[in-house]
C-alpha cells in the first residue's frame, strides 16, 4: 500500500472550477493505477475518472469532457481537474490506488485510499 494525501477541495458556485491533487507520500505511483472516487452521505462511492500506468485515462459518463484526470512528470502526484462544477458534483472526493495493469473505475479494487476532501458546489 501507498500513503496517499488529497488536497485542493473546497467550495465554488456552479460552473467554477476546482483542482484536487493527490500525493504519494514518500512514494512514486509509477506503476500504479490511480482512481478519483466521490460519495455522498446514503450513497455508494462513485468511480469518477482512472489513470492506468501507461496514460489512459477513463471517465464516469457525467464528467467526461468537463474533469481531467493527470499526473506528474515525477510520478508522484495525480491531479482532477475539475470545469463547469455542478451542484450534483458536490461530494467527498478519494484518490485510490493500487498497482497493476487494470485500472477500473471499481472502489472495492482498488488498495490504497486516501483520507478524502470535500467538494461543495453552490448553485
Known amino acids: 500500500q501507498v500513503p496517499l494525501v488529497e488536497s485542493g477541495g473546497g467550495s465554488v458556485r456552479s460552473g467554477g472550477s476546482l483542482t484536487l491533487s493527490c500525493a504519494a507520500w514518500?512514494?512514486?505511483?509509477?506503476?500504479?493505477?490511480m482512481g478519483w472516487f466521490r460519495r455522498v452521505p446514503g450513497r455508494e462511492r462513485e468511480g469518477v475518472a482512472s489513470l492506468d500506468r501507461t496514460g489512459k485515462a477513463d471517465y464516469l459518463d457525467t464528467v467526461e469532457g468537463r474533469f481531467i484526470i493527470s499526473k506528474d512528470d515525477a510520478e508522484v502526484n495525480v491531479y482532477l481537474e475539475m470545469n463547469m462544477l455542478q451542484p450534483e458534483d458536490s461530494a467527498m472526493y478519494y484518490c485510490?490506488?493500487?498497482?497493476?495493469?487494470?485500472?477500473?473505475?471499481?472502489?472495492?479494487?482498488?488498495?490504497?485510499w486516501g483520507q478524502g476532501v470535500q467538494v461543495t458546489v453552490s448553485p
Open positions: 514518500s512514494h512514486t505511483i509509477d506503476g500504479f493505477c
Open positions: 485510490a490506488a493500487r498497482y497493476d495493469w487494470g485500472c477500473p473505475r471499481n472502489a472495492s479494487w482498488y488498495e490504497s
